[in-house]
């Protein structure tokens, strides 16, 4: 029995035996662990596995496309809200610059600052004539041929591109012959660059400049000046998804069909900019100037209408200088106000008033009158202005001279004409009751019994020199 157990190792002692073989195993694998060298082995082996072992995907970041909105007439604001967007859309690595654009046109100058930063910007930008009912108009034409993409909304035009104002201070209208011609052949070759490089129908951009044509969004896409017709801002990222564009960058292939799309709206800076850059709201801060430095002046140390006065023509100056003013015009309105503040100091029968009219109108048509339509001044502005300034001046000095003509109520002056009673008989001198107080007087007709109302005629000293009132001069 004991025999058996051993051989089959079911017994008490063979347990025993397993027993001890499992002890000694353990023991030998705590003793290998606590080795250094064993430790090392296995610090290295768990690196190697977690190399190998492959990772799960991070999830992808979506692509991002920045938006402006070009609204309005192009100048030193507009140029640098979309300058700053360029910025901070390589800054962020975005997929691109969608610029929406619905301007009636602007200065050559913004324009040329926008156009040349489109041509060098490291990202795609996309000029896109939007909502429907808009349009690109003259600088608005060269902003989209140098664009990387063009597209359109339905019912969209484009075109008119003729230079208007093209030199500091001189439009259209004041350049004659060679000198126009010049600057037309400039604008045509500059944009012809633009659809070259861009591989855009550069007939048409020639013809927009050279005979101001325009041309409809469908008119547009057959003719190759755009790229694309897109009914919204999305359908647009749809349509140039998987387009590759050149920049200065390089070539690069855009994804936006999911882009989540970012506006980058103006800051304060840019919005006063844009305020100033209005020659209406130019004009009411050289008017507010103009009211300002005239009450100073007529007012000496009120200081309030001196300091607003001051700012607003500061601003006023800033204006102008934005939209490239007429100096005539400036001239002629500086006359004005010279002349209507001589008018509070000379009295001239509305003379001066008259002149100070003719030359602020005047000099208010000249002051824009070089610019395109868009940016003159309104004529019923003018008009408004210069009657409610007339009106101000006629009050002004109407009242100057109702004063200088009213009757002296205080001093000697105010006493000679006044009624008095004569509290004693005055054969030559005698006392008189006149304003509450008795007076020395003496008559200088027959005597003037007590208690009978006396004029007085003169005053000598401390005497007034009275006559008898007659029935006329009681009533």
């Not at 060679?178 to 020639?206: C, Q, S």
């Not at 970012?262 to 130019?282: H, K, R, Y």
């Not at 006149?434 to 007076?439: K, N």
């Amino acid at each position: 029995m004991e025999a058996a157990d051993l051989a089959t190792g079911t017994g008490t002692t063979g347990g025993a035996v397993e027993s001890l073989h499992d002890v000694s195993a353990t023991l030998q694998v705590e003793a290998l662990v606590k080795s250094p060298k064993t430790r090392m082995w296995l610090a290295g082996t768990l690196m190697l596995l977690a190399i190998a072992t492959p990772r799960a995907p991070a999830a992808p970041t979506a692509s991002v496309v920045n938006v402006v909105r070009l609204d309005g007439v192009i100048g030193p604001a507009m140029a640098r809200y979309v300058l700053r967007a360029l910025d901070q859309t390589v800054g962020a690595n975005a997929q691109a610059l969608v610029i929406e654009i619905d301007t009636p046109g602007g200065l050559m100058k913004s324009m040329d600052d926008i156009a040349k930063a489109l041509l060098r910007a490291p990202v795609p930008t996309v000029a896109y004539v939007y909502p429907s009912g808009a349009r690109a108009a003259s600088a608005g034409v060269f902003v989209t041929y140098a664009a990387s993409i063009a597209a359109m909304a339905p019912t969209t035009h484009l075109g008119a591109a003729h230079p208007v104002s093209l030199a500091s201070g001189t439009g259209a209208g004041g350049l004659e012959g060679t000198e126009m011609t010049k600057l037309t052949n400039d604008a045509a070759a500059e944009i012809r660059g633009f659809a070259t490089r861009n591989r855009r129908n550069p007939v048409w951009a020639e013809q927009s400049v050279r005979q101001s044509v325009s041309i409809t969004d469908e008119q547009a896409l057959h003719l190759h000046v755009i790229d694309f017709v897109a009914n919204s801002p999305r359908d647009l990222l749809a349509k140039i998804d998987g387009r590759e564009v050149r920049t200065v960058a390089g070539l690069r292939r855009l994804k936006t069909r999911n882009a989540q799309i970012a506006d980058i709206p103006m800051d304060l800076t840019e919005q006063f900019l844009l305020l100033l850059s209005d020659p209406n709201v130019g004009f009411v801060l050289m008017t507010l100037a103009m009211y300002g430095l005239i009450f100073e002046l007529s007012n000496p140390g009120a200081v309030f209408p001196g300091v607003i006065g001051g700012l607003a023509l500061i601003l006023a100056l800033a204006s102008f200088a934005a939209i490239e003013v007429n100096v005539a015009g400036l001239l002629l309105i500086a006359f004005a106000i010279a002349l209507f503040i001589a008018d509070i100091k000379v009295p001239s029968h509305g003379v001066l008033t008259t002149g100070g009219f003719v030359s602020f109108v005047v000099g208010s048509l000249l002051l824009t009158q070089d610019q395109a339509p868009f940016l003159r001044i309104s004529l019923t502005l003018i008009l408004t202005v210069a009657v409610l300034t007339v009106a101000f001046f006629i009050f002004a000095v109407g009242a100057g001279i109702q004063a200088q003509t009213r009757k002296v109520r205080t001093g000697r002056e105010a006493m000679v004409g006044a009624i008095g009673i004569a509290r004693s008989d005055l054969g030559s001198t005698g006392t008189v009751f006149l304003q509450g107080e008795l007076w020395n007087a003496r008559t200088l007709d027959a005597p003037i019994a007590t208690g009978e109302h006396v004029r007085v005629v003169g005053v000598t000293g401390l005497r007034l020199d009275v006559r008898k009132a007659d029935h006329a001069h009681l009533n």
